[in-house]
């Protein structure tokens, strides 16, 4: 799979790609990611990308030229074109296994006060990662990539990640490591009795019992 973020900020993704599962899945050839800043596609001087509303108003807005002509450079036939934006559709695990199927998919990232409304005819998809506002797409790219790369085959084992919350449509199951006991609170007993069809039972019934307390609308 490939994933092109296109950003102003390209150093923010530094750490992201550097560490851990993410780095590990780059270097297996798993997934191909390119960070393109898509100042480099401004044609004015200085390589201005934003300028002031029409109408007035606060902040800077970004033009559609640059943005446009990042996204056609990479626009293959079988892209997907997600645009990062509070106002698209809310992100989930099932949009995030939707997207794992996918051969290419470019992410673009906003920033200031957002794009110009013309972006949109542009892309694809718009999506947001929840109701509240960041000051750019970059950390909902990163979240996006880094939900998407883990469901693709060979980056974790796929037990470990098959009682994942949501998964199934539930939330996952309590789990304990060593110590035993800590500040007086126990593992539960059945963890330690060895008995792997009680301890699957167990697992299933907390995972329904977390869910109807903390997430009744997945039921
Ligand atoms: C400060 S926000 C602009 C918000 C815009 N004025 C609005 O109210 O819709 C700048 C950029 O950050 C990104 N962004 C902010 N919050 C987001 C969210 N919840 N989900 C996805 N992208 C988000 C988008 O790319 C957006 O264009």
């Given at each position: 799979m490939q994933i092109d973020i296109l950003t102003l900020f390209p150093h923010m993704f530094d750490g992201f790609l550097e560490e851990s599962i993410i780095k590990r899945a780059i270097e297996k050839g798993l997934v191909k990611i390119n960070i393109i800043d898509f100042r480099e596609f401004s044609t004015l001087n200085n390589h201005q990308v934003d300028d002031t509303p029409y109408g007035g108003g606060a902040g800077m807005v970004l033009r559609c030229e640059p943005l446009v002509a990042a996204i056609e450079s990479v626009r293959k036939e079988d892209t997907l074109v997600c645009l990062m934006c509070p106002q698209g559709k809310k992100y989930t695990e099932k949009k995030a296994m939707d997207l794992a199927t996918k051969k290419h998919i470019v992410l673009v990232c906003g920033h200031y006060e957002g794009f110009d409304e013309r972006i949109r005819s542009f892309v694809d998809e718009e999506i947001s990662i929840g109701d509240y506002i960041l000051t750019g797409g970059e950390i909902p790219a990163m979240a996006i990539s880094d939900s998407v790369i883990r469901l693709l085959p060979g980056v974790i084992r796929e037990e470990s990640r098959s009682f994942d919350s949501f998964m199934n449509g539930l939330l996952d199951y309590p789990t304990y490591t060593k110590p035993r006991e800590f500040r007086g609170l126990e593992v539960?007993?059945?963890?330690?009795?060895?008995?792997?069809?009680?301890?699957?039972?167990?697992?299933?019934?907390?995972?329904e019992k977390k869910t109807k307390e903390k997430r009744k609308d997945l039921l």
């Amino acid at each position: 799979m490939q994933i092109d973020i296109l950003t102003l900020f390209p150093h923010m993704f530094d750490g992201f790609l550097e560490e851990s599962i993410i780095k590990r899945a780059i270097e297996k050839g798993l997934v191909k990611i390119n960070i393109i800043d898509f100042r480099e596609f401004s044609t004015l001087n200085n390589h201005q990308v934003d300028d002031t509303p029409y109408g007035g108003g606060a902040g800077m807005v970004l033009r559609c030229e640059p943005l446009v002509a990042a996204i056609e450079s990479v626009r293959k036939e079988d892209t997907l074109v997600c645009l990062m934006c509070p106002q698209g559709k809310k992100y989930t695990e099932k949009k995030a296994m939707d997207l794992a199927t996918k051969k290419h998919i470019v992410l673009v990232c906003g920033h200031y006060e957002g794009f110009d409304e013309r972006i949109r005819s542009f892309v694809d998809e718009e999506i947001s990662i929840g109701d509240y506002i960041l000051t750019g797409g970059e950390i909902p790219a990163m979240a996006i990539s880094d939900s998407v790369i883990r469901l693709l085959p060979g980056v974790i084992r796929e037990e470990s990640r098959s009682f994942d919350s949501f998964m199934n449509g539930l939330l996952d199951y309590p789990t304990y490591t060593k110590p035993r006991e800590f500040r007086g609170l126990e593992v539960p007993e059945i963890l330690l009795s060895g008995d792997h069809k009680k301890i699957e039972e167990w697992r299933e019934k907390e995972a329904e019992k977390k869910t109807k307390e903390k997430r009744k609308d997945l039921l």
